[in-house]
């Protein structure tokens, strides 16, 4: 009956167990909240090998890519990130060469969308 309960709460504990959408997972190393004033913080520094969550605190979605616009190919793992609608969350993909890398708001690009721009150094 223990292995039974105990195989249970491991269960349990590795699907998140009521977390909320917004919560960062372990692998985590800074997170960006988007609102309608923009991105918060609008630079973050992490370890190579990090990811960074983003999480959409705004009424409408917004579609974080890596720069440049359109190609969006300097950093791909932000690419991971993509379309969020209201209240969703989701982290880059790990962001492991040494850099600086610009994202932005697909949707809404500089240099209309400048307040959903931002950058993270990579270290």
């Not at 960074?52 to 579609?63: I, W, Y």
């Amino acid at each position: 009956m223990r292995r039974i309960l105990l195989a249970g709460v491991t269960l349990l504990a590795a699907c998140g167990g009521g977390s909320s959408p917004s919560s960062p997972s372990t692998g985590s190393a800074a997170t960006i909240t988007i609102t309608a004033a923009g991105v918060s913080p609008t630079a973050v520094t992490v370890s190579q090998g990090a990811r960074v969550l983003f999480v959409n605190n705004d009424t409408k979605a917004h579609n974080m890519t890596s720069d440049p616009h359109p190609d969006h190919n300097d950093c791909p793992p932000l690419n991971n990130v993509g379309l969020l609608q209201p209240g969703q969350s989701r982290e880059s993909g790990n962001l492991t060469i040494a850099r600086v890398c610009g994202f932005h708001d697909h949707d809404d690009p500089p240099p209309g969308g400048n307040k959903w721009t931002g950058k993270i150094t990579i270290q």
